[in-house]
């Protein structure tokens, strides 16, 4: 029999198939996990700009209206709200009442779809390394068939199928720590964007409805089309 070596690409060419299968899984996870981070990255990046602007809008600072993203959406929502409000011809404090939660549930909407992608990144932290622990144990097995078969307990007997073993083990740790990683550093960021977020949200809900009791209802709606501060 050809003496085994142990580079990588040996390990793997000559590794169980059942060995073989765990490792393409969790290298396709991996890829997959990355994949997202990059996305997650980008979309939280773009979520911090909006909330910036939505920010800008509620203190008045803001020389025009946001119209793209989650600042254009929670916007949107409210001028929606308000126009119907003002026909209606509600009180404040109600009016104040529905653009709030008019505007908090567009904004779990579009948390909704940014968090598209993480229960992957959750899923291959917590089930990966239990996944190279399977190869790791399937290896070990190998290893005492060949003991069994041979009748020979030599380090070159055991060795390769305890380097595959090892080997399935370490991917597995591979694909797990990064995803862990991410999915923490990115539930805490949505998480304080939509704290952020809700703050912003509190703030112009009230000045919406304040224009309302000093203006024409009909008029609710327009210091903020109009690129004016509260």
Known sequence: MAPHTFSIYELILNADIVVKVVMLALVLSSVACWAIMFEKLIRISLLNRDVRKLEAAARGAASSEPTG???G????AAHQEAE???ERGESRADLRARLERAMRVAL???LQRIETG???LATVGSAAPFVGLFGTVWGIMNSFTAIGQQQD???ATVAPGIAEALFATALG???AIPAVMAYNHFAVKLGRAAARAGTAISEIARKFSK???ETHPKATVEPLRAGKSF
Not at 73 to 76: E, I
């Open 153 to 155: 307990t030599s380090l």
């Open 69 to 71: 993203g989650v600042a």
């Open 84 to 86: 119907e409000g003002a």
């Open 118 to 120: 993480l229960p992957f």
């Open 73 to 76: 959406a929670l916007l949107r």
């Open 108 to 110: 779990k909407s579009e």
């Open 211 to 213: 224009h309302q009791g």
């Open 173 to 175: 740790l591979a694909a």
